[in-house]
């Protein structure tokens, strides 16, 4: 009995040895079939470890490349039989049946992948794509919906294909895509912008909220610098008033008394810092303002270039108007060839409307100043400025100035 034991022990142990070498060895084989595309060398993976459902895989993927699709249908599906629960061979069925014209089998094998990875965005955008592409629309948007959920990187290809299903009708597009997070507002927004499709693009944006992640907010700022420089000062202006406080009495000068601190570099109709030297530097004063807590104190110390405004604001503004711009300044020991002062210009062609002249020296105190001026035919928004006098380089300035109280009234 001893030797009948230790005599099936070894025929075991040598039926292991020879299954896994065969395992081992189809392993290589399918491994070559897959780099080269050998046909036999697949057949042979195959033949010696049928069970395997990763040959088959291999083995219907070279008959793909090689144009049997009804074939390479049979070996994947082969595959699931022997490997059920992974999505992903599902899903290379469901290809496979497609490519061999086979719509409802393709989306029956999809759905199964759905449903074995229904969190996974990859099974619901093929299936979405195979409804779509067999005439049910509806129910191939709602699974793209999911995956573009799943995963925003996707949320450009399914506004795409939205667009182009409706011939570019944005209402259209809209429902189908149905958002309802400012990752897809966002999607949208930047989608209508490339499409030329300004007032759609902003109304997006808007939706996607104030108190959004950084990415949509440089998104939302590198599109309103975009408009500014095209000189599309309406829509810039509406794109800026999303996270800003609107104007109770329509649009008109952003914290005329600077009060609020604020990002000088910001583009928009805020402040805004123009002469970048440093040089020139710009803060809140509480100390002595014109009026309510603080004023802009202006500090000069060195070479700034003339042509370049102080500080400026975009103010939209109607056409074929006259105004009144008021506000007060003090100056304290100003030395310069170029001297400060208060410009008001067409911010579409930069035709100077009106100017306040060069500011005195020392004020002794607070002076109040206006200028009036009627604005051109074209006009859609003014830029208020402090701004040098012409002189030549070099042409350095020393000593201090302060703004307050600025008002914009039509007359």
């Keep these: 009995m001893r030797i009948v034991r230790g005599t099936a022990l070894v025929l075991i142990l040598l039926f292991l040895i020879s299954s896994a070498g065969r395992a081992g060895f189809a392993s290589l084989l399918s491994a070559y079939a897959a780099r080269s595309s050998e046909l036999n060398a ?18 219907g993927g070279v008959l793909q490349a090689k144009g049997d699709l009804a074939s390479a249908v049979v070996e994947y599906s082969r595959a699931v039989s022997l490997r059920p629960d992974d999505y992903t061979l599902w899903l290379t069925l469901a290809h496979a049946r497609e490519l061999n014209g086979d719509k409802e089998g393709a989306i029956t094998a999809a759905t199964q992948a ?14 979405g794509n195979l409804l779509v592409r067999a005439g049910r629309v509806e129910g191939g948007f709602s699974e793209l919906r999911l995956a573009g959920a799943s ?11 939205a667009w182009q299903l409706s011939n570019g009708n944005v209402q259209s597009v809209f429902r189908a895509v149905e958002p309802g997070s400012p990752e897809t507002y966002k999607a949208l927004a930047d989608y209508f912008r490339k499409r030329g499709k300004t007032a759609e693009a902003i109304v997006m944006f808007g939706a996607a909220g104030n108190e959004t992640a950084n990415a949509i907010k440089e998104e939302r700022r590198a599109y309103l610098a975009e408009l500014l420089a ?4 309406k829509d810039a ?7 800003h406080p609107p104007y109770p009495d329509g649009p008109t000068m952003f914290d005329p008394g600077f009060e609020e601190e604020s990002d000088l570099d910001e583009p928009g109709f805020g402040w805004r810092a123009g002469n970048k030297a440093d040089e020139v530097q710009l803060t809140l004063d509480p100390v002595d303002p014109g009026g309510g807590r603080f004023s802009l104190q202006v ?6 270039d003339p042509a370049q405004p102080v500080v400026s604001q975009l103010v939209m503004a109607a056409p074929q108007t006259r105004y009144q711009l008021r ?8 030395v310069s060839g170029g001297l400060p002062g208060v410009v ?14 060069a500011l005195p020296q020392t004020s002794g105190g607070w002076r109040d100043y206006q200028t009036d001026f009627t604005t051109a035919d074209s006009t859609e928004a003014i830029q208020i400025k402090l701004q040098r006098g012409a002189c030549g380089a070099p042409c350095p300035i020393f000593g201090r100035l302060w703004l307050d109280n600025f008002s914009l009234q039509k007359l």
């Design 299 to 304: 500090l000069f110390n060195g070479n700034s």
């Design 237 to 243: 202006f509406s794109l800026w008033a999303i996270p």
């Design 327 to 334: 506000f007060a300044a003090r100056t304290q020991e100003i």
């Design 42 to 59: 697949a057949d042979a993976a195959v033949s010696l470890s049928p069970q395997d459902a990763q040959n088959h895989l291999i083995r």
């Design 344 to 357: 008001v210009a067409d911010a579409g062609t930069g035709q100077v409307l009106g100017q306040s002249g």
């Design 230 to 233: 095209a000189k599309q000062f």
């Design 114 to 127: 759905v449903g074995l990875a229904p969190h996974y965005a990859k099974p619901h955008w093929q299936l």
């Design 151 to 161: 995963s925003p990187a996707l949320l450009p290809a399914l506004i795409d294909l």
